[in-house]
């Protein structure tokens, strides 16, 4: 076993689908929270933490990026995982048989259709994978659940009905962290630099500051304010950028963006995923 990933969420979840498809060789540990998965890494118990960062349907994840910058860890990777939702039931159940599905509050939205269809009262369970793990622990066909297949399969459920989500494009990105920096990678691929930062309080700044990109020809992918410390004043910034750290154009880019900021931390440089094409 070539060491130990770390997600949020019971065995079965959509973030140790994440683990399985992109680090298959790696035992999955499973975390109560984003800090425990954090802190996992951190002292030792594993090697990378899976973290989810935005979805295609619902948004940013919550506190995602405000855990990101103080955790001490450095993204050395990106995933980006094919959210499918499934019905599962109990061994000899039908789909006619279910009346009620549980499943997490964000996944119930996404498949109002197919549970209209079918007469299916969903219900808010805490997490996906718990909501499998509940129906697998019970005998009612009656009962249900809105989770992966991967979950059928660690609490040995049926497939009731595959992918019932109503958007054929629920994808979420993942970021895969390390206690150590990878900047030697140049790999054949485009290279995202990940970086926040706080603008200085001058008039224009966050203007000025996005300038050298610019200029330089650097492409800023992702670009996001979050508020910190409780302050509506107090603004940071995420962003995404193409590029390495050591190209000429992202150091321009870079010393321009240090000129108008107070504070700015690369959170990490990995190649580009195949997927964000």
């Known amino acids: 076993m ?40 951190r002292s ?3 090697d990378l933490a899976m973290l989810p960062v935005e979805n295609t349907t619902y948004g940013r994840v ?23 939702i499934n019905l599962l039931g109990i061994k000899g159940a039908k789909l006619d048989d279910v009346k009620t599905a ?39 066909k009656t009962v249900g659940a809105l989770a992966s297949e991967l979950a059928a ?10 992918h019932i989500e109503d958007n054929d494009h629920n994808t979420t990105r993942f970021l895969v962290m390390s206690r150590e920096p990878n900047l030697a990678r140049r790999g054949n691929s485009e290279m995202i630099t990940t970086f926040v930062f706080r603008v200085r309080n001058i ?18 992918t992702k670009l996001e304010s979050y508020m910190v410390d409780g302050s509506f004043s107090a603004t940071q910034f995420y962003a995404d950028i193409e590029g390495h750290p050591n190209d000429k154009s992202v150091q321009l880019a870079l010393e321009e963006l240090d000129y108008f900021t107070s504070e700015v931390k690369i959170l990490g440089v990995y190649p580009a995923a195949k997927a964000r094409a």
Do not use: W
């Open 2 to 41: 070539a060491g130990r990933i770390a997600f949020q969420g019971e065995p079965g979840a959509y973030s140790h689908q994440a683990c399985a498809e992109t680090r298959p060789d790696m035992e999955a540990l499973p975390c109560r929270t984003f800090e425990d998965v954090i802190e996992a890494v």
């Open 44 to 46: 030792g118990d594993a």
């Open 62 to 84: 919550a506190d995602i990026h405000r855990l990101l910058p103080e955790s001490g860890l450095h993204i050395i990777d990106e995933a980006f995982v094919r959210v499918h």
């Open 102 to 140: 549980y499943s997490h509050l964000v996944l119930l939205p996404q498949c109002s259709e197919f549970l209209r269809e079918h007469g299916i009262h969903g219900a808010v369970s805490p997490d996906n994978a718990r909501a499998a793990r509940d129906v697998s622990e019970g005998t009612d």
């Open 153 to 162: 399969e660690v609490y040995g459920l049926e497939v009731l009905a595959k």
């Open 203 to 220: 008039p224009a700044a966050l203007y000025k500051a996005m300038g050298g990109f610019a200029t330089n020809g650097v492409n800023m």
